[in-house]
């Protein structure tokens, strides 16, 4: 039904996005996706000017016919909602702001290496994620213990640990680092062959694929992160590259473990001099609208590729292989 006089709008947790060939709503709230024609994400742009009565009332015959089944879509679907008072309900900022200098960090654990001067410089970049890599051998695990120890009082929310399966590794030694130490997020075990452990509380998991397949594979192009902060950042900078860094077993940084170029060494230089280094830097900035391969994909701010950018003559992106 049709409210006279009233404005038709999506709710904060909605977004909508044009596509070449489709539109689609992103449904923050959910994580779920809504796929619409372009002739609707145009109508939602109009609807949220001008009320409902007014835009129907201009139609005819088909057309209008078609302007009550997109109606009545987007309210059966509980996307949008009637209000007399549309600029009561602006759209969400568009900017996208953390004031870290770095947001994530992933590191290929070496047990022979002293990171108590990396753990300072890490503090330093106010960093908030960190993701560790660890061999096997449960020489490491005491090892990344003392790592642990260091990072106990720094600025980071979550500590993600990768651990590769080996005889020594027992689930009680897991659930006693998971517990000594509470910035540990989660544990994942790999390439783990015994019958897998279950009826634990801690965020502990088995998995039977090998570390080093794991590893080596990059984030599925068919799966979509479907949320208000990842909208937000991939419209603004690259989802991946932007504030992030990996570091490998000899102290070699880049922006991503599986490529080629590295900026520096943890060991040799300051983490603060290679991360302000403008090479490093070069792809933060690039959103999913300057990449072409992305740009005309109404998932385009769902999407999260790691593959290195070439810049195009016209000033676009384009994706290269590892």
Partial sequence: MIKSGSHLILYSHNRNVKGNERSVIYNFKKGTLSFIPNSLNE??????????????????????????????????????????????FPKMPAEYFVPEHISYCVLEFNPTKDYQNFILQLNESLC??????????????????VMLLGLSSSTLRSIAVYLEADEHLTLSRLKELYQQFPKIDSINVLGYQKEIPSG??????????????????????????????????????????????EIEANGGVKNCLLHQQSFGNIFEQS????????????????????????????????????????????????????
């Fill in 200 to 245: 634990h509380a801690e965020d502990i998991s088995f998995f039977r694929e090998a570390a080093s397949t794991v590893y080596a594979k990059p984030f599925p192009v068919d799966k979509y992160l479907v949320n208000r902060k990842y909208f937000l950042l991939s419209s603004n900078h690259h989802p991946y590259f932007y504030k992030r860094v």
């Fill in 128 to 145: 908030k994620n960190l993701e560790i890599r660890v061999p096997a051998g449960v020489e490491s695990l005491d090892d990344l213990s």
């Fill in 43 to 88: 109508l939602l742009e109009e609807l949220s000017e001008r009320p409902v009565a007014s835009v129907r009332d201009e139609l005819e015959g088909d057309d209008r016919e078609t302007f009550d089944e997109y109606v009545n879509y987007l309210r059966e679907h509980q996307l949008a909602f009637y209000t007399n008072e549309p600029h009561a």
């Fill in 271 to 322: 983490l603060t001099a290679i991360i302000s280094r403008a090479d490093f830097r070069q792809w933060w900035d690039v959103s999913n609208d300057q990449i072409e391969d992305f740009k005309g994909n109404e998932l385009r701010y769902a999407l999260f590729s790691q593959n290195p950018l070439k810049l195009n003559p016209k000033g676009t992106y384009q994706l290269e292989a590892f």
